[in-house]
């Protein structure tokens, strides 16, 4: 538990600020249809209990490490 709150410390931080605070559905879509042709939007859905969620979490950061470069 102390390995994934820290995880997730570091993802927190590490990560870009988005603001991305819509709550339905379609303020989500149109959001995300703003960012069309500027960035790469990768919208990652899960939950803390989903354990297959948690364990992808790493590859999401080599990802992104990749993409940055």
Same mark, same amino acid.
């Given at each position: $538990?102390?390995?994934?709150? $820290?995880?997730?410390?570091?993802?927190?931080?590490?990560?870009?600020?988005?603001?991305?605070?819509?709550?339905?559905?379609?303020?989500?879509?149109?959001?995300?249809?703003?960012?069309?042709?500027?960035?790469?939007?990768?919208?990652?859905?899960?939950?803390?209990?989903?354990?297959?969620?948690?364990?992808?979490?790493? $590859?999401?950061?080599?990802?992104?490490?990749?993409?940055?470069?």
């Amino acid at each position: $538990m102390k390995k994934l709150l $820290m995880f997730i410390c570091v993802l927190t931080f590490s990560c870009g600020k988005v603001d991305l605070l819509p709550t339905t559905a379609s303020e989500i879509n149109q959001k995300i249809k703003s960012y069309k042709g500027n960035k790469v939007v990768l919208l990652n859905i899960w939950a803390l209990w989903c354990v297959p969620c948690v364990e992808e979490f790493p $590859m999401i950061v080599d990802l992104d490490k990749e993409i940055e470069n």
